[in-house]
C-alpha cells in the first residue's frame, strides 16, 4: 500500500520558517520525481514545488522563489520544503504528491499524502 505522512506544519509567524517532511512507504521512492502541493483556504489547488527522482533538478512556483527548497533523503524515503521568509498568503495546507510521470502536472500525481497545515500570523 503506498502511503505518504506529511509533518512539520503548524502556526508561524510572518518571517519566520519551517520545514515540513513528507516520509513514505509501499512504493520505490527513488524512482520518482515528487511534488508539494498547496491549498489555501477557499481556493484551488496550487503545485509549490517539485524535485528529480536522483534530487539534482529542482523546479519552484513563482509565489515561493527565493523563500522554500525541496530536498529529498532516498535512504530515508523522505521529502522536505524548507521555508523561510514565510508571509500570510501561505497559510494552506500542503500536500506530497507522487509523481507518476515526471512533468510535474498535478493531473499526473497518482499518489497524495493526508497534508499538513500550515498557519502563518502574528
Known amino acids: 500500500e503506498v502511503q505518504l505522512v506529511e509533518s512539520g506544519g503548524g502556526l508561524v509567524q510572518p518571517g519566520g520558517s519551517l520545514r515540513l517532511s513528507c516520509t513514505v512507504s509501499?512504493?520505490?521512492?527513488?524512482?520518482?520525481?515528487m511534488s508539494w502541493v498547496r491549498q489555501a483556504p477557499g481556493k484551488g489547488l496550487e503545485w509549490v514545488s517539485g524535485?528529480?527522482?536522483?534530487?539534482?533538478?529542482?523546479y519552484v512556483a513563482d509565489s515561493i522563489k527565493g523563500r522554500f527548497t525541496i530536498s529529498r533523503d532516498n535512504a530515508k524515503n523522505t521529502l522536505y520544503l524548507q521555508m523561510n521568509d514565510l508571509k500570510s498568503e501561505d497559510t494552506a495546507v500542503y500536500y506530497c504528491?507522487?509523481?507518476?510521470?515526471?512533468?510535474?502536472?498535478?493531473?499526473?500525481?497518482?499518489?497524495w499524502g493526508q497534508g499538513t497545515l500550515v498557519t502563518v500570523s502574528s
Open positions: 524535485i528529480a527522482w536522483n534530487g539534482v533538478s529542482t
Open positions: 509501499g512504493f520505490t521512492f527513488d524512482d520518482y520525481a
Open positions: 504528491a507522487k509523481d507518476r510521470t515526471g512533468i510535474y502536472s498535478p493531473s499526473d500525481f497518482d499518489s
